[in-house]
């Protein structure tokens, strides 16, 4: 039998165009080989943080994959100094150690820009996206590079540098370019992201301009929505299973001692022409086979905001139900979510030694779970023995941990075992949840007060202390 390990996974987020698309291919081929996969999310915008600074989990994890450049420069020493594999997606290997998958980016986008160029005639071409995110960067330098070699002037105000790859930063890069005089000073723009393209193509025509007849439109990573949009977005389709795949198989080979000459691997990705280029007359797809695609992305769209609205619905019951209560449990809150869960706050012992005590645990399965006021430390958690049968490797669960935290206080960690469609009401939960522990312990000092039992777990179990 193949060796069975714990791979950690940290990424900014759980949930998303991008990362709901990754993070399940990887929990898939990790479950493949017999193994578990255990994600941590690094980042929450609403209280600035951006990567991961506390080493949970650290003395049982086998091998890390980071999406993105997710871990602090603390934490990435500590990976330097463990000797473990360390595998990294969509940035550069910033060590010898550490090995990456990236696609095939700057000449990716290279060959698009050349397509409207070559195919379509445009000379003053815009470009709207994060130049602070690597990949972006990199789709950056291949337009760049597409205009040098047909030998056309590179204009710097036709950079917009956007501050995320949403579609309202697509948008507003749309509406500084066309900000000044009012005349058009550019034909063809190009996102750096999909919905960067798809913002900056609502932007556009709330203007009253026509895509493509007055502005080409080009965008990258082949999202559902782009060949459902009108005018169908033309991109650069980028295969997350693949960089999937070659991930794991690059962490698990690491795992069995293989070595290797080159510790950075390019996936490949392909131009995908359609109507936002002019390549295509909007009012018509090309073919069955672009019909199939747009119906099937329509139904992808459809059983998604069905879930959204599902869930939605589902938690705002359990949110109302939970603050009714005298005290608060978790598995009001999750109880749509995930079938194990543990809490657990930090605790100073007289020593001064600071360590995760359970306070809450759940279990809709009748699985064992930890004993409350149980101890651990940040790098044991979560304990493997307590976790359900559906978290063992090969089983159909992600082990979910999140920090617990809110404006006023680090509290401590959760863990959930929950199926992976589930992760992103897991980190909107987790969050409203640190904001209830804050409500429920204050005492007008902006801390929870010890005397206060805001915790329903064994008896006189209390919330974190002021120290």
Same mark, same amino acid.
């Given at each position: 039998?193949?060796?069975?390990?714990?791979?950690?996974?940290? *990424?900014?987020?759980?949930?998303?165009?991008?990362?709901?698309?990754?993070?399940?291919?990887?929990?898939?081929?990790?479950?493949?080989?017999?193994?578990?996969?255990?994600?941590?999310?690094?980042?929450?915008?609403?209280?600035?943080?951006?990567?991961?600074?506390?080493?949970?989990?650290?003395?049982?994890?086998?091998?890390?994959?980071?999406?993105?450049?997710?871990?602090?420069?603390?934490?990435?020493?500590?990976?330097?100094?463990?000797? @473990?594999?360390?595998?990294?997606?969509?940035?550069?290997?910033?060590? @010898?150690?550490?090995?990456?998958?990236?696609?095939?980016?700057?000449?990716?986008?290279?060959?698009?820009?050349?397509?409207?160029?070559?195919?379509?005639?445009?000379?003053?071409?815009?470009?709207?996206?994060?130049?602070?995110?690597?990949?972006?960067?990199?789709?950056?330098?291949?337009? %760049?590079?597409?205009?040098?070699?047909?030998?056309?002037?590179?204009?710097?105000?036709?950079?917009?540098?956007?501050?995320?790859?949403?579609?309202?930063?697509?948008?507003?890069?749309?509406?500084?370019?066309?900000?000044?005089?009012?005349?058009?000073?550019?034909?063809?723009?190009?996102?750096?992201?999909?919905?960067?393209?798809?913002?900056?193509?609502?932007?556009? %025509?709330?203007?009253?301009?026509?895509?493509?007849?007055?502005?080409?439109?080009?965008?990258?990573? $082949?999202?559902?929505?782009?060949?459902? /949009?009108?005018?169908?977005?033309?991109?650069?389709?980028?295969?997350?299973?693949?960089?999937?795949?070659?991930?794991?198989?690059?962490?698990?080979?690491?795992?069995?001692?293989?070595?290797?000459?080159?510790?950075?691997?390019?996936?490949?990705?392909?131009?995908?022409?359609?109507?936002?280029?002019? +390549?295509?007359?909007?009012?018509?797809?090309?073919?069955?086979?672009?019909?199939?695609?747009?119906?099937?992305?329509?139904?992808?769209?459809?059983?998604?905001?069905?879930?959204?609205?599902?869930?939605?619905?589902?938690?705002?019951?359990?949110?109302?139900?939970?603050?009714?209560?005298?005290?608060?449990?978790?598995?009001?809150?999750?109880? /749509?979510?995930?079938?194990?869960? +543990?809490?657990?706050?930090?605790?100073? $012992?007289?020593?001064?030694?600071?360590?995760?005590?359970?306070?809450?645990?759940?279990?809709?399965?009748?699985?064992?779970?930890?004993?409350?006021?149980?101890?651990?430390?940040?790098?044991?958690?979560?304990?493997?023995?307590?976790?359900?049968?559906?978290?063992?490797?090969?089983?159909?669960?992600?082990?979910?941990?999140?920090?617990?935290?809110?404006?006023?206080?680090?509290?401590?960690?959760? *863990?959930? +075992?929950?199926?992976?469609?589930? *992760?992103?009401?897991?980190?909107?939960?987790?969050?409203?949840?640190?904001?209830?522990?804050?409500?429920?312990?204050?005492?007008?000092?902006?801390? *929870?007060?010890?005397?206060?039992?805001?915790?329903?777990?064994?008896?006189?179990?209390?919330?974190?202390? $002021?120290?």
């Amino acid at each position: 039998m193949a060796n069975e390990y714990r791979i950690g996974l940290i *990424a900014p987020h759980l949930d998303g165009e991008y990362y709901g698309r990754i993070i399940p291919d990887i929990h898939q081929y990790v479950r493949s080989k017999h193994s578990r996969l255990f994600a941590i999310q690094s980042a929450d915008e609403t209280l600035g943080i951006a990567r991961l600074e506390d080493p949970v989990a650290f003395n049982l994890i086998d091998a890390w994959i980071l999406v993105l450049p997710t871990a602090s420069a603390y934490f990435q020493e500590m990976l330097d100094k463990s000797g @473990k594999p360390v595998v990294g997606v969509g940035f550069p290997p910033p060590t @010898k150690q550490m090995h990456s998958i990236v696609v095939s980016n700057r000449d990716s986008m290279r060959q698009a820009v050349l397509h409207l160029i070559d195919a379509h005639g445009h000379e003053r071409i815009a470009f709207i996206g994060n130049l602070g995110q690597y990949d972006l960067y990199e789709r950056y330098m291949g337009y %760049r590079a597409a205009l040098s070699e047909r030998g056309l002037t590179f204009d710097e105000s036709l950079v917009f540098n956007a501050a995320d790859n949403l579609l309202e930063s697509g948008a507003q890069g749309t509406e500084a370019l066309l900000s000044g005089n009012g005349a058009l000073g550019f034909s063809a723009i190009v996102g750096g992201t999909d919905l960067n393209a798809i913002g900056a193509i609502n932007a556009l %025509r709330e203007r009253g301009y026509d895509v493509p007849g007055d502005v080409a439109v080009i965008g990258f990573d $082949d999202i559902p929505q782009s060949s459902t /949009n009108y005018p169908s977005l033309t991109t650069v389709y980028q295969s997350f299973n693949e960089v999937a795949k070659q991930a794991v198989e690059r962490v698990f080979d690491l795992l069995e001692g293989r070595s290797f000459e080159n510790n950075l691997t390019y996936v490949p990705a392909r131009f995908i022409p359609r109507a936002s280029c002019g +390549c295509v007359n909007p009012a018509f797809a090309t073919g069955p086979e672009e019909i199939a695609n747009i119906a099937q992305s329509l139904s992808q769209l459809r059983t998604s905001l069905h879930r959204i609205t599902t869930n939605n619905y589902k938690m705002t019951h359990a949110l109302i139900k939970a603050t009714q209560e005298e005290k608060i449990h978790i598995e009001s809150l999750f109880w /749509n979510l995930s079938h194990w869960g +543990c809490l657990t706050l930090w605790e100073t $012992d007289k020593r001064g030694v600071r360590r995760l005590v359970v306070k809450q645990t759940f279990s809709r399965r009748g699985d064992v779970v930890p004993p409350v006021g149980e101890t651990y430390r940040l790098e044991e958690f979560p304990p493997l023995r307590y976790l359900p049968p559906s978290a063992q490797p090969g089983g159909e669960d992600m082990i979910v941990v999140h920090p617990v935290m809110s404006e006023l206080q680090d509290w401590g960690y959760i *863990a959930l +075992c929950t199926p992976r469609r589930s *992760a992103e009401q897991l980190r909107r939960e987790r969050y409203r949840q640190a904001q209830l522990l804050d409500l429920g312990g204050r005492n007008g000092t902006g801390y *929870a007060r010890p005397a206060d039992p805001v915790f329903r777990g064994e008896a006189g179990a209390r919330g974190p202390d $002021d120290e």
